[in-house]
């Protein structure tokens, strides 16, 4: 089956890619910037609000081992689907929670998973669901960020 990739946004991308590393069947992590308009955004551009990205985690995994689903129930799990412009501590637009589908059986996947949370839940859910757009990989000391830190 190969490898394939999905693209999440769920608040802080640090915490989005230890957790996604450490998710059986995952290859590699990226972490980065998606759906904003400016070119080559870096983390201040993000920061400001200016610049419509968000942060979010690129996943490659081995559907043979992990299945979409699965990362979806992982996604659902790390964030607070019905917090706007804020996931715990970290506030702004760029921390909106989103799923970036790259074909259309990720598009009706996700979109199934969010009807089925949202009955599970009262709160109206605000995470989005989004076509892929160009993926703009962060700068290199946000990569890892956690394993290169010694604190956690």
């Not at 659902?76 to 996931?87: F, L």
């Not at 589908?101 to 996700?110: I, L």
């Not at 000391?141 to 956690?152: A, D, E, G, L, R």
Request: net charge positive; hydrophobic share 30%; glycine share 8%.
């Amino acid at each position: 089956m190969g490898t394939e990739i999905a693209t999440f946004a769920a608040g802080c991308f640090w915490h989005i890619e230890e957790v996604f590393d450490k998710t059986p069947g995952v290859i590699s992590t990226r972490v980065g910037y998606i759906g904003g308009k400016k070119p080559s955004p870096t983390y201040a551009n993000v920061c400001s609000g200016i610049t419509g990205h968000v942060e979010s985690v690129e996943v490659a995994f081995n559907p043979a081992k992990v299945s979409y689903e699965k990362l979806l129930g992982v996604f659902w799990n790390i964030h607070d689907p019905t917090t706007k412009d804020r996931q715990g501590p970290d506030v702004g637009s760029q921390y909106n929670p989103i799923i970036f589908y790259h074909s259309e059986k990720q598009r009706k996947a996700a979109a199934e998973s969010r009807a089925e949370i949202q009955r599970s839940i009262e709160r109206k859910i605000v995470t989005k669901i989004k076509k892929v757009s160009k993926f703009w990989p962060a700068e290199e000391y946000h990569q890892k960020y956690y394993k290169k830190q010694k604190n956690f």
